[in-house]
């Protein structure tokens, strides 16, 4: 491939990692985003405005005013499972191919929903500030109570690759396990519920669905009222997934007990004065659902093999 033939790769971000990153620059010239922040809508058509082929991240807003700024582009590779971030509907209308990282995290994730769980239902991050606070001054039986784990009731909302592996874990600390899904099917890991069924016999409440525009909200108020009082919500799916202000109202009302969140509707979100981080009851982690070395790292090798297939002019090995 000469100079003049070399594809045009935006990159929306200054480095990533990966074992493949450092080869980018192989497949075609590198025009890259200079900061950790994403770039905003005129930034990416600034950036991505002659290239070919774009490298982007989740949360990097590849809207339809940016596919049409970007006239040649032929192929956006997502360093990402989710791509809720991406207007694929109009990059398909535009003829533009969009791959992502499907699988790669499920396993990881999984770990962290259960640091979730055993963080919210048993309070290990307030014990720790507790501890930490010199406030540990007596051992009464009555010093940080929390709710049991282990044989208790998970409903897993979303029954793909993820809700599988969590399904997995759960069996290792002895709980019933049921799943709701547009697959009614059961497995030898858990067994359907509907939905409502679901809410209300459950323990803990994770969530693993995709965010569309079926889901957006998809916990809401009456969801919340179905739970009961001891219950946990776990989500580390995407933020809008739970109306945020009903699901503060159950925690400060203590209609619910407890959740562990690794998402919010707004991310980042550097406001540390946000209701959420106010409660006692609420674990919430800056979305590090997938933050392994091993994971992110193939998480962008993958995406970097979608661009160099496309290059090789073969097929694209995870598109949507």
């Excluded at 997502?78 to 791959?99: C, E, F, K, N, W």
């Excluded at 010093?143 to 009731?153: D, F, I, M, R, Y």
């Excluded at 016999?201 to 669905?209: E, K, R």
Aim: aromatic fraction near 4%; include cysteine; charged fraction near 20%.
């Amino acid at each position: 491939m000469t100079e003049l033939t070399q594809p045009i790769i935006a990159v929306t971000r200054p480095s990533l990692p990966g074992a493949r990153f450092k080869e980018l620059g192989t497949l075609g010239k590198i025009k890259s985003w200079s900061e950790d922040a994403p770039p905003s809508v005129p930034q990416l058509v600034d950036l991505a405005g002659e290239a070919q082929l774009l490298l982007c991240v989740n949360g990097d807003p590849i809207v339809d005013d940016v596919l049409s700024g970007c006239p040649s582009l032929k192929v956006i590779a997502l360093a990402s499972a989710g791509y809720d971030s991406v207007d694929v509907a109009a990059a398909r209308r535009r003829g533009i191919a969009v791959t992502n990282t499907p699988g790669i995290l499920n396993e990881t994730v999984a770990d962290l929903t259960f640091a979730l769980i055993l963080n919210a239902r048993r309070g290990i991050f307030s014990a720790e500030r507790y501890l930490r606070n010199g406030q540990w001054t007596s051992n009464s039986l009555w010093l940080l109570l929390g709710e049991e784990v282990h044989s208790s009731t998970l409903g897993i909302v979303g029954y793909g690759g993820i809700g599988r592996a969590v399904a997995r874990r759960a069996h290792g600390f002895g709980m019933q396990v049921y799943h709701t899904s547009r697959n009614q099917t059961a497995d030898a890991s858990s067994t359907w519920l509907p939905m409502s069924d679901l809410l209300s016999v459950s323990d803990i409440v994770t969530l693993h669905v995709p965010l569309t525009s079926e889901t957006r909200g998809l916990i809401g108020p009456d969801e919340l009222r179905q739970m009961k009082p001891s219950a946990t919500l776990i989500n580390t799916s995407r933020g809008a997934i739970v109306d945020e202000p009903a699901l503060i109202d159950a925690l400060r009302e203590r209609r619910i007990a407890s959740a562990g969140l690794d998402v919010q509707t707004i991310e980042p979100n550097p406001d540390a004065s946000h209701p959420l981080l106010a409660l006692d009851n609420c674990v919430v982690l800056p979305h590090i659902g997938g933050a392994t070395y091993a994971a992110r790292g193939a998480m962008v090798d993958l995406a970097i093999a979608n661009l160099a297939a496309f290059v090789a002019s073969q097929p694209l090995l995870t598109p949507l």
